[in-house]
Nanobody
């Protein structure tokens, strides 16, 4: 059974850093596109970053470009989201999602059927 498990969220001060992890089980992650999304209560889910199957393509939301970096470790079947220079507006529940999309990645939540349970990130002084 395909499963995703996020971890690494927490409370951090503005300007700080966090690294989120998304561990995959039940499938070989490198064969799938995988993305990070975030959601604040009362707002729509926002695409943050994605990487295509085999890592050939990446994309980032304009709001996080230059601050967030997504990477994947195929040996560990895990993807990471390194978040630097965090801002209060980055506060949200962060989810990873995956789909067997070949060759590209998309930042639309409609493209993904498999989701993790989410991890809370709070940026506050």
């Amino acid at each position: 059974q395909l499963q995703l498990l996020e971890s690494g969220g927490g409370l951090v001060q503005p300007g700080g850093s966090l690294r989120l992890s998304c561990a995959a089980s039940g499938f070989t992650l490198r064969n799938y596109a995988i993305s990070w999304f975030r959601q604040v209560p009362g707002k729509e889910r926002e695409g943050v970053s994605c990487v295509s199957s085999y890592g050939g393509a990446t994309d980032y939301a304009d709001s996080v470009k230059g601050r967030f970096t997504m990477s994947r470790d195929n040996d560990r079947n895990t993807v990471y989201l390194q978040m630097n220079s965090l801002k209060p507006e980055d506060t949200a529940v962060y989810y990873c999602a995956t789909e067997r999309i070949i060759g590209l990645c998309v930042l639309s939540d409609k493209a993904y059927r498999s989701w993790g349970q989410g991890t809370q990130v709070t940026v506050s002084s």
